[in-house]
């Protein structure tokens, strides 16, 4: 049986990510069709990179959610696939999204996340991960999240929340409905936000998820978060 091909639109956010961009832009264009750089004005060659490796750029104020929600507005795509500039997911990630969305009541998903380059702690980091995703249903937006345009835009977006924002919108998405996890297919993610203090940073992002799960509002946590974000 064929599987219809959906319109996919990729959005990156970005801010000061002139090394990173064009290699993202590259890896993106052979899963979306088309690709969507949202820039936070940075104040280095991101823009110009972008455009040159042939993304359309969208300039919005600095904030990952409200450049995601900018990035949203600006697409085409009946699917939205959100990506950060250190994330690939390789061109077989296509075929699996219009796999798991042929289901019509697969509202979107993420895929099995690996940190890169392999050490122990990006082992570490991305079997917790899995584990996590798989037993608890938690994830974030670093694993490649792709969701039906009219489910985003029922679920409000990501707003303009200054850390979490994607974990909130996560579980409103896994509130709504079935959401698929493809393991089969994984998308790699640098260890940079890690590599030199795995231990502090798995103790500060744990807290961050319990702590807003509490009802600490994201304007404070984002004091904590700042540091690693």
């Given at each position: 049986?064929?599987?219809?091909?959906?319109?996919?639109?990729?959005?990156?956010?970005?801010?000061?990510?002139?090394?990173?961009?064009?290699?993202?832009?590259?890896?993106?264009a052979q899963v979306a069709d088309e690709v969507i750089v949202v820039d936070a004005s940075s104040p280095?060659?991101?823009?110009?990179?972008?455009?040159?490796?042939?993304?359309?750029?969208?300039?919005?104020?600095?904030?990952?959610?409200?450049?995601?929600?900018?990035?949203?507005?600006?697409?085409?795509?009946?699917?939205?696939?959100?990506?950060?500039?250190?994330?690939?997911?390789?061109?077989?990630?296509?075929?699996?999204?219009?796999?798991?969305?042929?289901?019509?009541?697969?509202?979107?998903?993420?895929?099995?996340?690996?940190?890169?380059?392999?050490s122990r702690w990006s082992r570490v980091f991305s079997a917790a991960n899995d584990l996590r995703r798989?037993?608890?249903?938690?994830?974030?937006?670093?694993?490649?999240?792709?969701?039906?345009?009219?489910?985003?835009?029922?679920?409000?977006?990501?707003?303009?929340?200054?850390?979490?924002?994607?974990?909130?919108?996560?579980?409103?998405?896994?509130?709504?409905?079935?959401?698929?996890?493809?393991?089969?297919?994984?998308?790699?993610?640098?260890?940079?936000?890690?590599a030199a203090a795995p231990i502090r940073t798995a103790v500060i992002w744990g807290l961050m998820q319990?702590?807003?799960?509490?009802?600490?509002?994201?304007?404070?946590?984002?004091?904590?978060?700042?540091?690693?974000?």
């Open positions: 049986m064929s599987l219809e091909r959906i319109r996919l639109s990729a959005i990156i956010p970005t801010w000061c990510e002139a090394d990173e961009i064009a290699g993202a832009i590259r890896a993106a280095d060659e991101t823009a110009d990179r972008a455009r040159s490796a042939g993304a359309r750029v969208v300039t919005a104020p600095k904030g990952r959610g409200p450049q995601l929600d900018a990035g949203a507005r600006a697409a085409a795509g009946e699917v939205l696939l959100f990506l950060h500039a250190d994330v690939r997911l390789p061109a077989a990630g296509r075929a699996a999204i219009d796999r798991a969305l042929a289901d019509s009541e697969v509202l979107g998903g993420n895929f099995r996340l690996v940190f890169t380059p392999t798989r037993a608890l249903s938690i994830y974030y937006g670093d694993s490649a999240l792709f969701v039906r345009r009219r489910v985003f835009e029922d679920l409000g977006g990501f707003g303009e929340l200054p850390v979490m924002e994607d974990y909130a919108f996560i579980r409103r998405l896994e509130a709504a409905g079935r959401t698929a996890y493809i393991r089969d297919v994984e998308v790699t993610a640098s260890s940079r936000r890690f319990g702590l807003y799960s509490s009802g600490v509002p994201a304007t404070v946590l984002s004091r904590i978060y700042a540091d690693i974000r």
